[in-house]
């Protein structure tokens, strides 16, 4: 199976099995995904739609957070993992949103990475869920399944590097889904430690059986 087969095999699957996709994280506006999405980086998105409903009922747009202290923020996020930064980071980009962009959250990675907390990945996602854009994040489960599954090359060893591989392989009308396809192959079944392969679809044909060499 060549690399254009694989990437048809696998798409192909997803789009039969999940034709309807989003992000797990629960939220009410584009500012509210923005600040969920931050709060996510090296946390669940379970325990981040813990946090997020009382968060946002006190604080529900970028004016009402930009007014906030730190310390306000940290009391409803206190429970994700580094709450000091990112409570910080919330304060700030929503002083920035305010002051630089009349409340509302940009659509475009020039822009969004300008924000404080908000690297290419959250841009990415922002760009993808909210506005619609052919974007696709790579988090640790996404760069995980595309090696695993043969879909980039050993030499795409940094997100930016495996981002590039899989756009250049996908259409572009379904670059938003495959970021959560890839995504949620990771979270629930290509898992990094013990991952379930007596349930993959995809065991048949994972690289595991065949010379990795073969598939870059």
């Known amino acids: ?109 020039d822009d969004l990475v300008k924000l404080p907390g908000v690297g290419r990945k959250t841009a990415n996602v922002i760009q993808a869920v909210a506005f619609g854009k052919s974007t696709l994040a790579v988090d640790t489960h996404v760069y995980r399944v595309s090696h695993r599954l043969g879909l980039v090359s050993k030499r795409a060893n940094t997100p930016l590097k495996v981002e590039q591989e899989l756009v250049s392989h996908i259409p572009e009308d379904i670059i938003p889904q495959a970021h959560h396809w890839l995504l949620l192959h990771g979270r629930y079944v290509c898992t990094s430690r013990a991952p379930h392969c007596e349930k993959c679809e995809f065991n048949a044909i994972c690289p595991k059986l065949f010379d990795h060499s073969k598939l870059g």
Not at 9 to 21: A, S
Not at 66 to 95: C, F, G, I, Q
């Open 1 to 109: 199976m060549n690399k254009k087969e694989r990437y048809q095999y696998i798409l192909d699957y997803f789009r039969n099995q999940m034709p309807e996709v989003n992000t797990e994280l629960e939220f009410g506006s584009v500012f509210q995904l923005l600040v969920a999405v931050v709060l996510s980086a090296q946390c669940t998105d379970k325990r981040i739609n813990q946090v997020t409903p009382q968060l946002f009922s006190r604080f529900p747009d970028a004016r009402t957070m930009a007014e906030a202290e730190v310390d306000d923020v940290l009391e409803y996020v206190k429970s994700v993992s580094y709450p000091n930064s990112k409570a910080k980071h919330l304060v700030e980009l929503s002083r920035m949103l305010v002051s630089d962009f009349g409340g509302e959250v940009p659509d475009n990675l």
